[in-house]
């Protein structure tokens, strides 16, 4: 059983703080880290892959610092973001190869072992510069198995795959999970992380938001004020109902737009009786959307609550 | 201090279709010169001296070292795959020396080889010149490749400034400003020529053969150490820092 600890990390690049004093640990099972693009997901990452220095705090595997400690990738399987890797090389060659840098008794055995877990053995034997997306994402997994290592940390793993490839990769990395290891991926996309970690940290604009289960996570997120824009043809009238049901906590008419500006506290609520409300006093609605939904918002939320 | 999978993932990169092509055109070149040299001027040592070090160590030799020693590392920092070097139980100087040591196997291999041959052809080693030139090749090579290997971890531009350095400093600097020379690797590769030569052939170094050897071994133990050290600070994020 592995734990990594996170205490009190940051990481800043001259005057940009990419990582804001996060603390927190990450156990056996599936982790998700989740973020909006730019949030800092990669240069955490790093620092938990030893990549980078923590300007401050720091970061241990079960009390080993992981920076300027190659022992510690005995334990710790990496999946990079990048796209290089030896594309002149076949899939077999370059699993072998890892294999064989890490020292492995039998490097043989475990690329043969690791290319049948990620069911790559069908195409190993062909150049990787031939492979598609995800069938490189599924080598570049093997290498980061090879070695059968407690902790797999995987940076964007779902980019650009396929629905079918990225059903295949959930399901291999909740095995993993399963069997005890430490595996922490991050993601931008709420739906990925809710489909396969059952641990979440959120990560925002380089701080620690939120951390849970996804639960507690979603009910956070579709919780929160949402804001409307509705367009009908008696703004007033829908206005003046609205206000007296307990789903909305403001309204403004916004007289330029035309157009009601609405607050509503209860997310499924408000949608119930939007249109119910419009029905009984004969008013057409023109437009109702949503003002508030970009994931940049959402997190935002997180943030301050 | 030597990993056979590093030295082995270096030289299948280093000797890939198009590097393989960059690497023989300049050997394949002075080969041709060289007969055709011989052909038309006949058996001439002053000639042979001058073309295999105009030609030969001025130029040649420092080219074949920055594709060589860049071609080492670099391209693996510029695409990130040197992060599957790095993610291993493996000490960062075993990785810098296991390069190291295949970018000086290539750069003797495409400098040493072709002057050896190229030699023979122009004079038929009339007073020790192919020995001497060859010799003098492969010695600049080491110091070179290990020049040039540091630089690819130090820059993205690490190919351009390779060039800059040979072709204005070694060629042109080099050959016109005596006290440049001084500190010119080509120099003191010279330098060792100088001593194996039969004297009145016209090879001059402006370093003493010791002074050449010991600049070369401190240039060349001083760059592999110096990569090593950019090497465990590399992160996939330097470009922000």
Known sequence: ?305 | MFDPTVARLTYRGLLGRRRVFLLSGLPLLLLVIAALVRATVGADDAVTANLLTGFGVATMVPLIGVIAGTGAIAPEIEDGSVLYLLAKPLKRPTIIVSKLIVAIGVSVVFTAVPMLLAGFVLNGNSGQLAVAFAVASALASVAYSALFLLLGTVTRHAVVIGLVYALIWEALVGSVVPGARVLSVQQWGLSLAERIAADGTGVSSSVGPVAGVVLLVVVTVLGGWFAGRKLRTLSPQAGEA
């Not at chain 1, 995987?154 to 095995?175: A, K, S, Y």
């Not at chain 1, 005890?180 to 938001?209: K, M, P």
């Not at chain 1, 009601?260 to 057409?284: H, M, N, S, W, Y």
């Open chain 1, 1 to 305: 059983m592995t734990t990594l600890h996170i205490e009190g990390a940051s990481r800043w690049f001259g005057n940009v703080v990419a990582v804001n004093d996060v603390t927190f640990d990450v156990s056996p099972g599936v982790t998700g880290l989740l973020g909006p693009n730019g949030a800092g997901k990669s240069t955490l990452i790093n620092m938990m892959a030893g990549f980078l220095a923590p300007s401050n705090g720091s970061v241990t595997l079960d009390g080993a610092a992981v920076w300027r400690n190659e022992q510690a990738y005995s334990h710790l399987g990496l999946v990079p973001e990048a796209e290089g890797m030896y594309d002149f090389l076949t899939g077999q060659e370059f699993v072998l190869a890892n294999a064989e840098l890490h020292g492995l008794a039998d490097p043989g055995a475990a690329t043969h072992r690791a290319l049948a877990t990620v069911d790559m053995e069908h195409a190993q034997d062909r150049r990787i510069s031939t492979y598609s997306k995800g069938m490189r994402q599924r080598v570049k997994m093997a290498s980061a198995l090879v070695h059968e290592p407690s902790v797999l940390l995987l940076d964007e793993p779902f980019n650009g795959m396929d629905p079918r490839q990225r059903m295949h990769l959930m399901e291999l990395l909740r095995q993993m999970g399963e069997q005890g290891r430490t595996v922490l991926f991050s993601s931008h996309i709420l739906e990925e992380v809710e489909q396969l970690a059952s641990h979440i940290e959120v990560i925002v604009a380089g701080r620690h938001a939120a951390s849970g289960d996804f639960r507690r996570i979603r009910r956070l997120m579709t919780d929160r004020p949402h804001r409307y824009l509705v367009r009908s043809d008696d703004n007033r009238a829908l206005a003046a109902a609205l206000i007296a049901d307990a789903c909305t906590s403001g309204i403004e008419f916004d007289e330029a737009e035309n157009a009601l500006r609405i607050q509503a506290v209860d997310f499924g609520r408000f949608t119930a009786v939007l249109p119910k409300l419009a029905a009984e006093r004969g008013i057409r609605l023109h437009t109702v959307s949503p003002s508030d939904e970009s994931l940049e918002s959402v997190f935002s939320y997180l943030v301050a609550a």
